[in-house]
């Protein structure tokens, strides 16, 4: 499933439009990215877990030469899917 799949799918069974479907995707999409850019958690009961988690400076290994590269540490969103999504899959 694709965004424009679940727009349909949402504006399907929402009763809504599909503009007004996007438009409400859209604002979630970036109501997510600006809470983990702030640091904070995102939690919905049941689906799961948005967060940030940071990943510390290492050595890597360069796959074509052997040599040693330094990765730079970083910060990178999860997921955690909560309990009901996982059993609604199972």
Do not use: H
Not at 19 to 26: F, G, H, R, V
Not at 55 to 76: D, H, M, V, W
Request: hydrophobic share 40%.
């Amino acid at each position: 499933m694709n965004k424009g799949d679940l727009v349909n799918k949402m504006a399907q069974a929402a009763g809504i439009t599909k503009n007004a479907a996007d438009s409400a995707l859209n604002a979630f999409m970036e109501s997510v990215a600006e809470a983990l850019k702030s640091g904070d958690k995102v939690t919905l009961v049941g689906f799961g877990t948005f967060y940030v988690s940071e990943r510390k400076a290492r050595t890597g290994r360069n796959p074509r030469t052997g040599k040693p590269i330094e990765i730079a540490a970083k910060k990178t969103p999860k997921f955690k899917p909560g309990t009901k999504l996982v059993e609604s899959v199972s």
